[in-house]
């Protein structure tokens, strides 16, 4: 039996933001092996300037990002879909060992197999220094966004 991670494509506005409002979430819980497991066992990934491949190196990626991007949460919204591609934007913030707060602002593209698992993700980000009173991501230490959270376009961003 196949694993299996719907909604499944071809993706509809409704399951794209569905798809995208649970890539977030899964995230924002910050557990590298469940998040891992909504990639395909050779997910190939480009993040920044790393390139890698497969589920034990995202556990490692996520593992060594989580330890230095303290107090992470994240927002995402759809931006585009077809077939069995989505594309989002995204931000988050973060503050590093030293206190130094981050918004990190993105784009990805992610490319499903048939079984809605991740087989590809491209990310494209740039942070941003910001003083702890320009924060605007504000809910539990760990976990989703809640519901009437803003989202990144009703933040202006």
Known sequence: MSESRPPLPP??????????????DGWNGRNPEKVSLAYTPDSRWR???EIFSGRE??????????????????????????????????????????GAWFRAYGNENWEFDENGLMRARHASINDRPIT????????DRSGPRPADHPSLSDLGL
């Open 11 to 24: 993706f509809t506005a409704e399951t794209a933001a569905r798809k995208v409002r649970a890539a977030e």
């Open 47 to 49: 993040n920044r300037a």
């Open 57 to 98: 190196a995202i556990v490692a990626f996520l593992t060594r990002k989580w330890q230095q991007e303290h107090e992470y949460r994240l927002i995402k919204e759809l931006w585009a879909f077809h077939g069995d591609r989505i594309a989002v934007r995204f931000a988050y913030e973060f503050h590093d060992a030293s």
């Open 132 to 139: 702890e009173s320009e924060r605007l991501f504000h809910w």
